[in-house]
Structures are given as C-alpha cells and as structure tokens.
C-alpha cells in the first residue's frame, strides 16, 4: 500500500485504530476471574438479570446480561471482565473522534472578542521549498514538516487519547467488572454529541441542527439510567448550552423538548428494577417492587448517610486526590498542564466547560466518605484528557525540525505511553488475580452440606461467592449470609428465595424486626433501642433455631469485632472452634477434629491491600487452629498447619510458639 494510501486509511480510522491498540494493551491486564468489592455481585446480577446494589444499574446490567449470552467460549467472569474492557476501549475511540473534531472547530470555541488567526504556517511553506531540494543522499524529504503539520490535530488527538487510556484509575475500569467501564463509554458519548450540538450552525428553518441536542438528550438519559455521577458534567453542559442561545424564554423551550425525551428514556430503563424484581430474581437488592422502594433505590438513599458528612471527610478526600493525582498521569500530567493554558488562550470557551467539569467533580466527589473514591474522580481525569490534547497540540506545533520532524514525534511517543505503562502497568494489572476465587471456593469447600456461615466480609468473601454460588453452581447448599445486610428489610425476601428454610423458625423475630425498621427505612420517627434489640435477637437466634439442624460457621471479623464486644452473642452452651478458615459453632469444650488445609490459594505478583487481607486472614486461622490441636496435644496435628503456613503463605509473621513447634 502506498505511503499517500496508508495515510488516508490511518486518518478514516484514527480513533478505531487508538481504541484497537488500547483495547489490546487493556488484554494484557485483564482479570481472568471474580476480583475484590463489587465484581462479584455485579457478575452475577448481569449474568441472572438481577438488582444491583444502589442506584440498580438497569443498562449495565441488561447490556451485560445480553454479552453473555454471545458464545465466545470463556468463563461467564471472564466475558464479562472482557466487555468492560471493550466499553473502556470504545470509550478512547469516542473521546479520540471528539478531541479531533473540537480542535478542527477550535475558533468556534475561542472567547467571544476573536483573536488574529494566522492563514498560513511560514515554517509549512519553508519546510515545502525544503521538500523539493534532494537531501545529502539525493533523495527528497519524505516526511515534510507540512504533512506533519496538516495532521497534528490527528495526532494531538491521539496522544491525548492514549494519556487518559493509561491513566491509572480510568485503565483499571477496563480490567474487571464495574459500572463505571460503561459509564466511561456514556459519558464520552455525552461529551461528543454536546460539541457536535454546540458547533452545528442554526437555521430555524431546518429541524436537523437541533436533533443534534435531542440525540445529546438521548445519551445523557443513558448515562443517568446506569450511574448517577452522570450529573457531574450537567453544570458544564448548562454552561455551554446557554452561551450559545443565551438565558431566555426559546432556550428553555428547547430544554422542556430535550427533557420530553430524556425523561421518558430514564424512565423506560429504571422501569426494568420494577418490573424485574416483581420476578424474584437471585440477586434482588432492595426488593423495588413499590414505587417507592424503587424511588429509595434509585435515590441510594442508604448511603447518603456518606455524603456530605463533614468537612473533614471533605478534606481527607481531597488531600488524597491532591497527593494520588501525580501517579494517574506522570509525566504526562506535565502535558496537561500545557494544555490548560493553551486551551484558554485558544478556545476559552472549551477551556471554561472543562473547568467547570473538573471543579465540580472533585467539589462534589470529596464530599462522599467512602474508602474506594477514585472511581468517582474520573470524570476529572477526563477532563485532563482533553487539556492533554491541547497540550500535545502545543508542543507539535512547537516542533520545527529542518529533517525527519517525525523523529521528535517518535521520541514523544514513548514519552507519553511508555511512561506512563512503565509506573502504571504493575498498579492496574489482573491478569494473575485468582486470590478471590481461591479464597471463596476454599471457604465455601471447608463447610458442610447445607452449612451456614455468618459474615460481613464483603470485599473478600460475601460477593465473590454470589458468583460462584449462583452462576457456576458451586456450593450452592451453602448458606453465606452478611451480617451487616441482615439491617435491610429486603434482605429477609432474598434469603427466603435463595434458602427457603434458614429463617424457619423466626417468623416472629423476623416481623418485630420489619416493623422497627419500618420507620426508619421511610425516614420516619424510630425507637432506636427497640430496633438494636430486635436486630441482634435476630443474629442469636439465627444460630438458635439452625444448629440442630445443620453446621453454623462464624466468620473471623466477627469473632474479632462483634462477639470480642458484646454485640454477638451464641445461645447458652455453645461456644467457637477453629476451622480451617472460619470459626464452627460448637456445644461444649471437647475436642472437635478439622480436615487438612489442602487448599491452595493462589497470590499475585504484586500484592494489594486486599490480597494482603486474605493472605492474613488465611494465616491467622490456621495458626489459631494449629494453637487448638496443642491445647490437646496434638503436636503432629499442629504442625500439619503451621507447614501450611510456612509454605503458603511467606508474609505472614509466624507466632514465635509456632515457629519453635517445628523444631521438636
């Protein structure tokens, strides 16, 4: 293909290409199975057609629920670990094809007093007399600085591109389950169709430049119908909105319209919680079976208690994006912050809707006091997308090289992608992460048929194995119930679907509960002593009314927490033994035999602080169960667990008791 050809095609598909070569690097660090927090649950409410956690997520879940169904011949996880790479990468594509088409249009986007625009490049017209001279081979310039001075709006559009694809937070998105993998594609899909509206000309004679907003309405109700941080680009948008047609009576006409179709669109989507969750599904958070329970959902009213909680959480929060921003971007950061100034000397107006959209998101994110916030940052590091594009502009228009210009192009590449893969790579890499599904499985492999283990691991244990459970079908008998859910009226439903018989026997605890929940789930006045009781007379008695019948497990953060002060107590005569991985409910204090640790949990190369958990956890229970056998002793029993240990699990710190039980 000649060079002129392979020019043309690489310009028509410019930002397919950039997506492509993401998505190929985003391959290398997929996770092959369940990570950490929500991935669990989320695989499995897109895999059953269930409800999410607040606010539901119905797009992300029905998009996934019809991916999986596609036959590529991968583990349910990993085709779904596989699509938000897909979302992440198309999400590049778009934001490449708009950072283009601003910087084509950047006068329209300059402030209203213009600034002189220069006809002609001279170092283009110099690098064309250049060009017809042969150089010292006799042969003439190939790369003309004018070729490469045509197409730097391509370029700039492409390294900036490739800045944020590689931004550590937005790259993690495209590794492992999550909602905001598609919220990144939506609001990139936003951002596009807002310039497209923004620059299209208007002729009050043609209806076509204003569908232009509708469409915009249109992706801007899909962004609302899966997560709820699409609000973050609304100030930005009314800022652009209202600088082209002004603050009067015909641009709220054109709202109401947009709003005619937006609504209905937002609508339709959340009418899938309503509908869906009348069915039973496996996963039914919330039980939105009444409008307002779906209102409550939707609203994510259980954790405003988070938000806006204090000025020091506020402050906490922002010391942490002030001090993390530096390894998002490295080096490139630098870029960005060219682009910052260039945008606003050269188009101001894009320059303020980029402004307005940073401040507000970190104003707004700062103010929700949760330990996993990045992912609520990341319509800023968008933004910082889009002021590295006009960066990378800035210092390509700077370059005037005499021979081979590309050659600097070249050197810059590496400056902004290796760079950033170097520092970034190893922080946003899963391809080796098994921990989780090794941990779950070994768990739920220690109990007993029918067995129930009672926790609030979350992270580690409580959502991997919904996966597990209820999509591959493992241990399915086994009852895993969370604590700390046991204080929502719908999880009462959800475990009577899942495990009709384990509240049998409770009717009347179960109702004294719902009914002083009731009042405070509705916001209404409460007896908080009343509810406390009846809470905690629930987490006994699930124990009571269970142990005749089945295997009772308690989970180690409870020992640890709960039971250590006072909240959780067993019925009279029982008491805890370890086992394995979780304490068994016993009666009496005779000795109770535990099988061998033959599991194998598998580590990454580079630990986490989650990793790092269950790898303490892990050696925390075995030593408490090796510690057991010497208080019979069982010495040979003992050290059974203390090698498993030693072999397994390298960081942790073995109790010097421990250590000198190998040497007899």
Known sequence: MPDSALLKFVKKYFAVLTGLLVFLVYLTTLAPSVVEIDAGELSTVQATLGIAHPTGYPLFTMLGYLFSLIPLGFSKIYQLNLLTAVWCSLGIMIFVYTAKTVLDNILIFQSDKKLPVVKKNSAIKKQKALDKKPNASGKSHALSLSVFQE??????????????????????????????????????????????????KDDPHKIKYFSLWLVFAFVLALGFSNHMTTLFILPGVAYLFFNKYGFNKKSFIRIAIMLSLFIPVLVLNYSYLLIRSAQNPIMNWG???????LLRHVSGEQYQVWLFSSFNSAQKQFSYFVSNLPSEFWSSLFIAAVGIVYSFIKARKFFVFLAITFLFTVGYAINYDIHDIDSYFLLAYLALGFFAVFGSLQLLSLLKLKEYPYLATALLVPLLIVVELYFNYSAVNQSDVYTFQDYAKAVLGSVDKNAVIFTYEWDYLVSPSYYFQFVENYRRDVAVVDKELLRRSWYYHQLNTIHPRLLSGMHDDVNDFLQAVAPFESKGKFDPTLLEYTYRKIMTDLVATNISKRQFFIAPELFENEMQRGQFTLPPGYTLVPDLLLFKVVKGNSYVPAPDPNFEIRFPKHGTVYTNFIQNTIGSMLARRALYEMQFDKIDRAKIYIRKIKNDLPGYILPQQLEQVLER
Not at 287 to 293: E, P, V
């Open 287 to 293: 039980y939105t079976t009444t409008l307002t329970k």
């Open 151 to 200: 197409n730097k709006n391509y370029i700039a559009a492409v390294f900036g591109g490739l800045i944020l694809a590689f931004d550590k937070t937005y790259w993690m998105q495209g590794t492992s389950v999550e909602v905001y993998s598609l919220q990144l594609f939506l609001i990139n899909l936003v951002i596009l169709f807002l310039v497209k509206a923004y620059i299209a």
